[in-house]
């Protein structure tokens, strides 16, 4: 998939859980980035990553944890704290922190 | 930090007319603006960028012109055919300087047939 791989492509969160989203690249890229998106919304920042053991909120970052402890991996755990947590999640990646992205296919997460 | 805005919302042509959607930015050090489409349930995917060396890029029915003294951007597509419908998003951010990419709200393109 365009040389980034999310998994799963749909996932089910119950009360009180934390559950973690895979994303994988072999791009080689130094950056990851991951969005959530809302149904007719756009794209909001929940974490990137510069670069191996470094990463940066972003604007949603309250219920969201994330590690980066290789480079082509970068997950993201959804964590009990997130109280409305049913989105669409992409993981991207680029060479360079603002540079383009690709994307992967993502993650469609509701809540049971 | 960044923050775009993008408009309209909502876009809906004749097949082969123009379409035009515009973006705004606020961090007068941005340097790069990509446009991404996104079909429904897919990924966004790159369609056209610029950066703020040059004022205008051109590819095929598509293109993006870069306005950076009033700091807004827009896309161009000609001769629009159905399978350009989808929702398009404009974004912005400083290339390699540890900055985040900031996505306007999207809009969304309908063209009828």
């Known amino acids: 998939d365009g040389g980034i791989t999310q998994s799963p492509k749909y996932l089910f969160r119950k009360e009180g859980q934390n559950v973690t989203l895979s994303c994988e690249q072999n791009?080689?890229?130094?950056?990851m980035y991951w969005y959530r998106q809302d149904p007719g919304q756009g794209l909001r920042l929940i974490y990137y990553s510069q670069i191996v053991n470094d990463f940066q909120k972003g604007d949603i970052a309250e219920g969201y944890s994330v590690s980066r402890e290789k480079k082509e991996s970068f997950p993201l755990t959804v964590t009990s704290a997130q109280k409305n947590p049913t989105a669409f999640y992409l993981c991207?990646?680029?060479?360079?922190?603002?540079?383009?992205?690709?994307f992967g296919a993502g993650t469609r997460l509701s809540v049971l | 930090g960044e923050n775009v805005e993008q408009h309209p919302s909502t876009l809906s042509v004749q097949e082969g007319d123009s379409a035009v959607i515009k973006c705004t930015y606020s961090d007068s050090a941005s340097n790069y603006f990509p446009w991404y489409k996104q079909e429904l349930g897919k990924r966004p995917q790159l369609i056209i960028d610029i950066r703020s060396n040059v004022g205008e890029k051109k590819d095929q029915r598509i293109a993006v012109t870069l306005n950076k003294t009033a700091k807004h951007f827009s896309l161009h597509i000609t001769e629009t055919q159905p399978e350009d419908s989808a929702v398009y998003f404009c974004?912005?951010?400083?290339?390699?300087?540890?900055?985040?990419?900031?996505f306007g709200a999207g809009t969304r393109l309908t063209v009828k047939p």
């Open positions: 974004a912005a951010s400083r290339w390699g300087n540890n900055n985040d990419m900031r």
């Open positions: 991207a990646s680029s060479i360079a922190t603002g540079g383009p992205l690709n």
């Open positions: 791009l080689n890229h130094d950056a």
